[in-house]
């Protein structure tokens, strides 16, 4: 397995805690949380394989990405470590507690669960990679052309975090190969199915957001015995933007059990 050296913001001291951004994110997305949590915790914000400042490499396997994460966890001396993700970078840290559970002290995964999803990713990535990269492009004309495809101007805002413009426009990301592992970060690996993570694990589900169904409840309950949930109100599926006070104070009381 090549061995990935993933972009980390790191910031405070104490018991460490690690933050995982999903799709199309980056370590950024989780500024407000780490602010919060950096007085009491030494906090590690991560740029996944093909997004941020990482390196792009082919595969988006959550059995590598787990990998990947854990390596620069255990190069900064940071094992075990409590993990924190939101969407895929929550699958990441279920795969990071099911294949190494002594690593992970705390597990933390916001609005997603252990199972496969059908989503509309392939269709997203599709409509980036033929955005056309014209000299000069600029935020607003861009977020036009993506516009039949993302409806939503917040979507197409973050999505448009991953381009930069100007004289010779071009995506910071490994976007040929997110496009190319979306079967992967849509799925769950079926062999994860038949893993326990026994530590204590907090899921933080969005009220109006419907990536945690009941058959992702009982996944979930299968996986990780040790469970709780908290679901914050008025919260879709990007529940650290839609609640970041309410994530921020359930996230710091579950860390501090």
């Known amino acids: 397995m090549p061995d990935i050296r993933l972009n980390a913001i790191e910031t405070g001291s104490g018991p ?13 997305n989780f500024g407000a949380l780490a602010r919060h949590l950096s007085g009491r915790h030494r906090v590690i914000s991560l740029d996944l394989r093909n997004h941020g400042a990482s390196p792009q490499i082919a595969g988006m396997a959550y059995g590598d990405m787990a990998a990947d994460v854990l390596r620069i966890l255990h190069e900064r001396e940071m094992l075990p470590c409590s993990v924190v993700g939101h969407s895929m970078g929550g699958k990441v840290a279920m795969a990071a507690a099911l ?89 769950w690996p079926e062999a994860f199915s038949n893993l326990q993570y026994h530590g204590p694990a907090l899921f933080v589900i969005g009220e109006r957001s419907d990536y945690v169904n009941p058959q992702g409840v009982s996944a979930i309950e299968r996986s990780f015995p040790r469970q709780e949930f908290v679901t914050l109100p008025g919260a879709g599926h990007w529940v650290h933007a839609d609640q970041p006070a309410l994530f921020a104070e359930a996230v710091a009381a579950f860390l501090a059990k």
Do not use: M
């Not at 509309?120 to 036009?144: C, F, H, K, S, V």
């Open 16 to 28: 460490p805690v690690c933050l995982l951004h999903g799709l199309f994110g980056r370590a950024q």
């Open 99 to 187: 294949t190494a559970p002594d690593a992970v002290a705390r597990l933390v995964v916001a609005d997603i669960a252990p199972v496969p999803y059908h989503h509309a990713n392939t269709r997203i990535a599709a409509a980036l990679l033929a955005l056309e990269l014209a000299p000069g492009l600029d935020r607003r004309a861009g977020g036009q052309a993506l516009a039949a495809d993302v409806p939503d101007p917040a979507v197409r805002s973050f999505l448009l975090q991953n381009l930069e413009f100007g004289t010779a426009p071009a995506w910071k990301i490994g976007l040929q190969e997110i496009a190319a592992g979306i079967a992967d970060i849509e799925g």
